[in-house]
């Protein structure tokens, strides 16, 4: 089962920030906090990761609240290569990545 | 760049077939991993490789079987190919600790007719 909660969908318009929630509510002490996207018919990338300091790199900035049960990833441009499904995952294992449905982000001109 | 490359992008194969799915990474990553994904269910781990010649089973691996026998390569072998066995094969590459992150190849999409 996901341990991760995301929004099936979002829109935003080209050129603001995109603010992509997610709630990790069940997630243990030295678990990460890791955000993919999947741009349509390519594998999945990765963006960001982080435990409970706020994180940016040049793709993105993670912010994950003080109780770390929820995290929020910002593009703070979007452009229309932007569109793709946002997977936001917490390390359930040694190895497994479980991947969930994710966020739709739809970059609109 | 980081490379991970997949054989084939596209794949029909046949009910009993044999079939091969090739993965390589450029980055001398000791861990490899095989995914499939299907609408609604997301990634599921098929197996995954943490050094040469070594497995472990991922959360679906009964009808799969791999191969690593060289450390860039890591193969994803389907015995004898089924219809429910249609889906986005995906291969990925980690470096380092648990921590780091996984490169995954383009995905390759395999229809068993």
């Known amino acids: 089962d996901a341990k991760t909660t995301q929004p099936p969908s979002m829109d935003c318009a080209e050129g603001r920030a995109a603010n992509l929630p997610c709630n990790h509510s069940t997630i243990s002490g030295n678990e990460y906090v890791y955000w993919y996207r999947q741009i349509h018919s390519q594998g999945p990338q990765y963006i960001i990761h982080?435990?409970?300091n706020n994180e940016t790199n040049e793709m993105a900035s993670l912010i994950i609240t003080e109780d770390r049960k929820s995290s929020t990833l910002i593009l703070p441009h979007a452009t229309l290569r932007d569109t793709a499904v946002y997977y936001c995952?917490?390390?359930?294992?040694?190895?497994?990545?479980?991947f969930g449905t994710g966020t739709r982000l739809t970059v609109i001109p | 760049d980081v490379k991970v490359t997949q054989s084939s992008r596209y794949l029909v194969k046949r009910t009993g077939e044999k079939v091969f799915l090739e993965c390589v990474q450029d980055?001398?990553?000791?861990?490899m991993f095989w995914y499939r994904q299907d609408p609604g269910l997301g990634l599921r781990l098929i197996y995954f490789s943490y050094d040469v010649k070594m497995k472990e089973k991922g959360d679906i691996p009964e009808g799969y079987s791999v191969s690593r026998e060289k450390k860039e390569r890591f193969s994803l072998i389907l015995e004898s190919a089924s219809t429910n066995q249609t889906s986005m094969y995906l291969c990925a590459s980690r470096g380092g600790t648990v921590y780091n992150e996984q490169f995954f190849g383009p995905g390759t999409r395999l229809t068993v007719l």
């Open positions: 982080g435990l409970k």
């Open positions: 995952i917490d390390q359930t294992g040694a190895n497994n990545l479980f």
């Open positions: 980055m001398d990553h000791e861990n």
